[in-house]
């Protein structure tokens, strides 16, 4: 089994993370700590060493890229190098419309630090969802009985 773990290069005003391994609630804290903190206007995800993607880690995504519109001028989130079932999965919540998606790129980097694991608390994960159905109202069916089970844990 391949050990998770998220790597991060920043150069020249862009960033780029590749994902190894599993990226699901369980481990990935350090890098909504990374998205809250990003100043840069672009940002480039590489799934190319990806064995799987959770929906609190797609939701992530959503809310990265929803704040990256409200910069002036407007960011970019691009996701590169995904397996179909990711990509099924990113087109069926709705993503590719607030992502740049490629399913294959030759876009590669040197990865400068890796980013703490930790999972993500009952706030993170509950927000992360929520911006999955601010993406799209249909994911809202999808995701109601986790919101509904986070609310009431967060309360």
């Known amino acids: 089994m391949v050990q998770t773990k998220y790597l991060v290069n920043i150069e020249n005003g862009n960033a780029k993370l590749a994902v190894i391994g599993l990226a699901s609630y369980m481990n990935c804290m350090g890098v909504s700590e990374f998205f809250d903190t990003l100043k840069e206007k672009n940002l480039v995800i590489d799934f190319s060493q990806c064995t799987g993607v959770d929906s609190t880690f797609l939701g992530l995504l959503a809310k990265m890229s929803l704040k990256m519109f409200s910069y002036e001028p407007k960011g970019t989130l691009s996701i590169i190098n995904l397996n179909d079932r990711l990509y099924e999965n990113v087109c069926n919540l709705g993503l590719d419309r607030i992502l740049t998606v ?54």
């Open 102 to 155: 490629q399913k294959d790129s030759p876009i590669k980097f040197i990865p400068e630090k890796t980013i703490n694991i930790s999972s993500v608390n009952k706030d993170t994960m509950l927000s992360a969802h929520e911006s999955l159905i601010e993406v799209d109202d249909a994911n809202e069916q999808k995701f109601q009985d986790v919101i509904t089970f986070l609310k009431k844990r967060v309360d």
